[in-house]
């Protein structure tokens, strides 16, 4: 089973940029899309991002205007650069691809 791997998660205020990484083992994105989700403490996870095999995008309307999700197929990574961040979009942040979940990166952003 493909492996995927976050990072790029930490402490950041209000208003600053982070961007999230998703390696994966295989070359798997040239096939599969890519969701970034994310899980607040006592929410449930939910979809803050896609992109296809093409390069189509979505967003949740809480994010869109501020996140974007890119794809660099060679280096078999998916990208989430996040920007204007709120104290709202505080979290674990996991991919998903191929019935694959990575282990997550933390997100905080706090003053």
């Known amino acids: 089973q493909v492996q995927l791997v976050e990072s790029g998660g930490g402490l950041v205020q209000p208003g600053g940029s982070l961007r999230l990484s998703c390696a994966a083992s295989?070359?798997?994105?040239?096939?599969?899309?890519v969701g970034w989700y994310r899980q607040a403490p006592g929410k449930q996870r939910e979809l803050v991002a896609t992109?296809?095999?093409?390069?189509?995008?979505g967003y949740a309307a809480s994010v869109k205007g501020r996140f974007t999700i890119s794809r660099d197929n060679a280096k078999k990574t998916v990208y989430l650069q996040m920007n204007s961040l709120k104290t709202e979009d505080t979290g674990v942040y996991y991919c998903?691809?191929?019935?694959?979940w990575g282990q997550g990166t933390q997100v905080t952003v706090s003053s």
């Open positions: 295989e070359s798997i994105f040239n096939f599969y899309g």
């Open positions: 998903h691809s191929e019935n694959s």
């Open positions: 992109i296809t095999t093409i390069g189509i995008t």
